[in-house]
T-cell receptor, first 113, second 111 residues
Framework: DTGVSQNPRHKITKRGQNVTFRCDPI?????LYWYRQTLGQGPEFLTY????????KSRLLSDRFSAERPKGSFSTLEIQRTEQGDSAMYLC???????????FGQGTRLTVV | DQQVKQNSPSLSVQEGRISILNCDYT??????FLWYKKYPAEGPTFLIS?????DKNEDGRFTVFLNKSAKHLSLHIVPSQPGDSAVYFC??????????FGAGTQVVVTP
């Protein structure tokens, strides 16, 4: 499979619990992005990696959110002490430098109850 | 602040006719622009892009037009097919490839 892979596809968690999502980008892509999408809105940028370096974080990313990309391959997004407002689709995308196309995974749907 | 806007939340078009989707942006520093198509419960699928130095790009049934002076772009789909029914997002990218999206336009292609 040569596409962007995200796991899990769905996650239901109780408020206050921690959750972690994983993204495996297309293998030769050195850029990796995380976005969040809520109902009726377009995806919103959260954070961005070039190789293993996290280069930018959105103001949307509170201290409860942390992302890593060890060794510049897969990435994880962790949300601590989840809140109901964290319920959304979390999307990962990857691209190569100089390429206009970013390819998205199928997303992780988080529901906080 | 919303730097990319899609002012039409929905569009209904007859099969075989042209679909025209519009998008406006406010930041003249965007490097290029993209259109994505999205089905429910799936991630966005890339359709077509255009560099900020061009005014038209065509790929099969899809053509994107860019009017920099008006900060406006449009996507033309012709002829429209039932499988084109989806939500279409306009996005603008900076030099790092970070995307800012519009709110989307729901396209329904009717027989």
């Amino acid at each position: 499979d040569t596409g962007v892979s995200q796991n899990p596809r769905h996650k239901i968690t109780k408020r206050g619990q921690n959750v972690t999502f994983r993204c495996d980008p297309i293998s030769e892509h050195n850029r990796l992005y995380w976005y969040r999408q809520t109902l009726g809105q377009g995806p919103e940028f959260l954070t961005y990696f070039q190789n293993e370096a996290q280069l930018e974080k959105s103001r949307l990313l509170s201290d409860r959110f942390s992302a890593e990309r060890p060794k510049g391959s897969f990435s994880t997004l962790e949300i601590q002490r989840t809140e109901q407002g964290d319920s959304a689709m979390y999307l990962c995308a990857s691209s190569t430098r100089g390429n206009t196309e970013a390819f998205f995974g199928q997303g992780t749907r988080l529901t906080v109850v | 602040d919303q730097q990319v806007k899609q002012n039409s939340p929905s569009l209904s078009v007859q099969e075989g006719r042209i679909s025209i989707l519009n998008c406006d942006y406010t930041n003249s520093m965007f490097d290029y622009f993209l259109w994505y198509k999205k089905y429910p419960a799936e991630g966005p699928t890339f359709l077509i892009s255009i560099s900020s130095i061009k005014d038209k790009n065509e790929d099969g049934r899809f053509t994107v037009f860019l009017n920099k002076s008006a900060k406006h772009l449009s996507l033309h789909i012709v002829p429209s097919q039932p499988g084109d029914s989806a939500v279409y997002f306009c996005a603008a990218a900076d030099s790092w490839g970070k995307l800012q999206f519009g709110a989307g336009t729901q396209v329904v292609v009717t027989p």
